[in-house]
């Protein structure tokens, strides 16, 4: 049983969420600048995560689990890109897929590899942030692409109620 109340747990819960959102796009700032990791994680957290820019209100992301997420996503990018890749189809291979997708998808991998949240939150979580940037296939394909990774990462833990 959690020792937090239950409306810390919802505030704790949103505060992952929108880490998450931050970390896609930490991680799309990376790929396509090429900056340090560490020098675009110290931006988010000092400059963008609770904060307003040019109008747009950042929410109160979790730092840590922000800046643990861009962390381990990039130490672990070659691994989860193999392992992306083995899950998309191979007329769509990950170097041909946009960006933001890249970004979502690999995050989301490294949270089913780290095995620390259940696979079915962290598809649902990577669903929830690929409808916020796409209006198309795309979040159909990020969850069919994360559902495979679970099923071959975590066999049996998305067949539980």
Known sequence: M?????????ATTRRRSLARLAAVQALYQIDLSGAKPEAVIA???THR???EIDGERYGKADPEFFAELVRGTIE???DLD????????PDWPLDRLETVLRAVLRAGACELVRGVVP?????????DI???FFSGKEPGLVNGVLDKIAHGLRPGDLDEA
């Open 43 to 45: 931006e988010f957290v």
């Open 130 to 132: 690929a409808h916020a």
């Open 2 to 10: 959690s020792a937090e109340p239950p409306q810390a747990r919802g």
């Open 119 to 127: 696979a079915r939150v962290v598809i649902s979580e990577y669903l």
């Open 82 to 89: 193999r392992t992306i890749g083995a899950a998309l189809t």
């Open 76 to 78: 672990r990018q070659e």
């Open 49 to 51: 995560l609770g904060r």
